[in-house]
Nanobody, 123 residues
């Protein structure tokens, strides 16, 4: 499975961005997708999760209510809508995938990773 993350950029605080994660797999319905982020000098951290069906989602406390994860299996793409962005949201954002039916919120559980897309939020 190859993943391609896109949609990052620079926005002012309070602004919005939508990240996309396009996958190469035709078996998209069988895997889960997670979004993670890593700021300079910090460890990679969980942001959001979505099940293969899209019916189950999980969010980090720091983004709950502001970010929304979704997926379109017909387009083999997952999304992360980010609203009310804050400077502390600045990081490289990665999407990851795993063939699973379980909920996973730690990076070590994921098998496939995209290259990352940079999000910069200015105050």
């Amino acid at each position: 499975v190859q993943l391609q993350a896109s949609g990052g950029g620079e926005v002012q605080a309070g602004g919005s961005l939508r990240l996309s994660c396009a996958t190469s797999s035709s078996n998209v319905r069988t895997y889960i997708v997670g979004w993670f982020r890593q700021a300079p000098g910090k460890e990679r951290e969980f942001v959001a999760f979505i099940s293969w069906s899209g019916k189950t989602t999980e969010y980090a406390d720091s983004v709950r209510g502001r970010f929304t994860i979704s997926r379109d299996n017909g387009l083999n793409t997952a999304y992360l809508q980010m609203n009310d962005l804050k400077p502390e949201d600045s990081a490289i954002y990665y999407c990851a995938a795993k063939y699973s039916i379980a909920v996973h919120t730690t990076p070590d559980k994921y098998d496939y990773w995209g290259q990352g897309t940079l999000v910069t939020v200015s105050s």
